[in-house]
């Protein structure tokens, strides 16, 4: 079956250090993969799309490597600050009809 | 630029009791629309999701049903709540690859 997993349910890190999180995935072959920041009880709001020919993608202090080999992408918080705490979700598309697959996200808490 | 509502934002329901949320998409058109249920500490289930008015597909058997009677509106709807309905509701719209959420609709069901 397909699975999207997220490493550890919580990331806790002091201000200045790099966050890093990862987002692994079987059966699927997805054309482009994204990830999302959503606060608490709040929507999603969309980071960063990566494609699948592509290998490293930044946006400011973040970025996000996509390994399809490894079916794997690692996502980025550099000189992390305490307004990223929030749960960074990872998606997944596989067809045209731009559905998309969620996994269960990671929260990150930066400490000040 | 485009903007998402969801209404309302809280909703406290005896089990039983139908159920309708709604969410409407400004400043964009035929846009594709999507339903998704997020349970405490889970990651989002897609529930639903349309590229055009009355056209819908359910993504998972359940108590609930979704109707687009227009464009830029998606509805969510149940003749009947159960307790396994309780959730955050999230509407969701795209016109290609990423998609913009709405506020949510944060349902109890009691």
């Known amino acids: 079956s397909q699975k999207i997993e997220q490493n550890s349910e919580a990331l806790n890190i002091q201000e200045g250090k790099t966050a890093t999180l990862t987002c692994n995935y079987t059966n699927y072959s997805p054309a482009y993969l994204q990830w999302y920041r959503q606060d608490p009880g709040r929507g999603p709001v969309f980071l960063l799309l990566i494609r699948e020919n592509e290998k490293e993608k930044r946006k400011e202090r973040l970025k996000v490597t996509f390994d399809t080999t490894l079916k794997q992408s690692l996502f980025h918080i550099t000189a992390s600050q305490p307004a990223d705490s929030a749960t960074y979700l990872c998606a997944l598309t596989a067809g045209d009809d731009y559905k998309l697959s969620f996994g269960a996200g990671t929260t990150v808490t930066v400490r000040a | 630029s485009q903007t998402i509502h969801q209404w309302p934002a809280t909703l406290v329901q005896p089990v039983g009791s139908p159920l309708s949320l709604e969410c409407t998409v400004e400043?964009?058109?035929?846009?594709?629309l999507y339903w998704y249920r997020q349970a405490a500490g889970r990651g989002l289930q897609l529930l639903f999701y349309?590229?055009?008015?009355?056209?819908i597909s359910s993504e998972v058997p359940q108590n609930l049903s979704a109707s687009r009677p227009q464009d830029r509106q998606f509805i969510l709807s149940s003749k009947k709540l159960l307790l396994s309905d309780s959730g955050f509701y999230l509407c969701?719209?795209?016109?290609?690859?990423?998609?913009?959420f709405g506020p949510g609709t944060r349902l109890t069901v009691l």
């Open positions: 400043g964009t058109s035929n846009p594709n």
């Open positions: 349309s590229v055009g008015i009355g056209q």
């Open positions: 969701a719209w795209s016109r290609a690859d990423t998609q913009y």
